[in-house]
């Protein structure tokens, strides 16, 4: 998370990787720039560990709200601007939830399932996740024929009575994540899209910790009202040289 309420850093697409880099620099699964907006109260700017700018990160998200009021630069309660378009964040205490973009669909690939949260999400199922060789399965998946031009995510989720707990792959990171705020999203709507779970408030476990995903179904079958909540947890702070 960097300030750049004053002046937005310039940073090249190998400073960010080398930032990110976990034995030579800071070690990140992506950076974050907290930027101003013109009507809103910031902008977010999101880049993967690779350096590249990419869309919607849903925990993210949640953290830069808390980073913003940490430093009192809302209250809590704002809006801001991602590359996904406007969202709102309330801090909750511990917790900080954020409104997620709504979902028109949730298609069917093959056995498997997709949905765009802010971020592209390929969703499967699966009866056990701790002995699933994560990296080589969701790779096969990430640059399949259908994929390979963008890219996918990838979750593997599995179903306990009306909660989920599920594991993740994430493209720009190339590695398995312990949380992803878009892939919990992904895996709750698909879940209750399928028929697997009743609940429109899921709670889903993530290697990363809890989170959960409440949401609304229109009428005509869209996701509205989708809030992302879950614990956002200072670590350390420090300054780096320009």
Sequence with gaps: MIDGRQEIPSLSQN???QLCHRRFGIGADGLIILAPHPTLDFRMIYYNSDGRESTMCGNGGRCIARFAADLQAVGEQMKFEAIDGEHQATI???????????????SRIGADYFADTGSPHHVA????????????????IRYNEHYKQEGVNVNYVKVEGDSLSMRTYERGVEDETFSCGTGVTAAALTAFAAGKISSQSVAVRTKGGNLKLS?????DGKYHNIWLQGPATYVFKGELPC
Excluded: N, P
């Design 125 to 140: 199922f699966a009866d056990e996740l701790e002995t699933l060789d994560l990296i080589e399965e969701a790779q096969a």
């Design 92 to 106: 909750m205490g511990a917790e900080v939830a954020l409104q997620m973009i709504d979902v028109e669909e949730i």
């Design 15 to 17: 400073d960010i990787a």
């Design 215 to 219: 949401f609304s179904l229109s009428a």
